[in-house]
DNA sequence: CTATAATTTTAACCATACTCAAAATTTTTT
DNA sequence: AAAAAATTTTGAGTATGGTTAAAATTATAG
């Protein structure tokens, strides 16, 4: 037997501390509520969990307040999202993995992987710096890009855009944009944005598209100067 | 999110399963004590999930009367050492582990891996019939070829035989072996057994060796003719 | 600025999976 | 066949991670 490191946290441990991380994304501090709803959990459990996170010191909390990772918690959770985000791209590239299915794999064994495994497939990705649906993937020492791309639904009417990444949660919308050629480094013209709330209308190469804002709310892309000429 | 069925059976479960399923092939029913041991728990907490075992229907029991697997326990067991199995080919073949390395990380993974993602490395692999330490790997409909090979310690001395498969529990034996050129497929011949339980002498290819018996036990060979001419 | 609504925490409870110590049962020895 | 030894089970207790219902606190509206 070989000794193998046991983890230093449960994979509930982990798994809140990713969520907490992905919710600071967008708040300040991120609430019981919100969390419990991120979660599928009680905000009574939210509160227990919430006490233990604490004394292992990866949170800072006051009752009623909300809470926020301290460094140690930030550095959990891009461990974990360093291995979600490396499995995925693994499970596609190797696996053959279509990006409507890779997150749901990845998201059971993030927590699983040893250190070995996950220094095999980065090396064998050639280090990659994105994963399927664009998102960054952390350094081994916890470092991380910033996401790239604005809201499509923000994105000048005319302009030529690429399309760099795609939210991931949603396999269903992933198979959806794929049929309609929506993938990664595809370049795309906003044609109008109907009013009321309406549809999008995209061109993308020769066809056009109308497409809900909600749908919209999962391309993010960037003009095409940047990139190229 | 996809549905992804969540699994039948907790880890725990599928340990002890699996650990009776291995005991049993050397003995008629398990005890507590012998599952204990193997399992490194108290009798205690054994005897806690025997009950648990059997209300699940995955083992027969009679009090103080040691337990056996049911065909439905049997069937868990084979599916989780499928996968075992798999995976160890998998980290050996796709991600250049070595043939001690592969346990400790397949036991981890076993529990996690979707039916998709066995499903892709079994076609991926070839749907390959021995795991890299010669082991069987049962059908997904959890059938097992026996095992092969007989102990070196009971082979013929003088005949040229070759490896067919070596125990896989213990990294430091593989890594010894392997250094010294027993690995599967290759021809040996035992040249002497010294008495009082002494050394084997082993020819294997130019070299010859000496090992004790305790590793001698860990090896399996055949008869070379068998095989080829 | 108080009343109501929403949020958060506490309390009591459940299930899993483990521990140690004591009691029950089986096996072995004499 | 009784005494001693070994095995197995039970009972009481722990830790994690969840639940519902009630109490406490904070936020919001009139």
Redesign the pocket.
Known sequence: MTPSAPRLF????EDYVKAIYKIQGEEETV????LARYMN????????????LAEHRLIT?A??R?VRLTPAGEKVALEVIRHHRLLELYLHQALGYGWDEVDAEAEQLEHHISEEFEERIDRMLNYPLTDPHGDPIPTRDGAIAPRRGLPLLEAETGTALVILRVRDRDPEALRYLKRLGMELDVRIVVVEKMPFNGPIILRIGEETHSVGRELAGHVFVEPMAEETA
């Open positions: 449960s994979q509930a441990v609430s019981t509520t919100h959990k009680t905000p009574a459990a939210v509160t227990k969990m919430i006490k233990q909390h009752s009623y909300g």
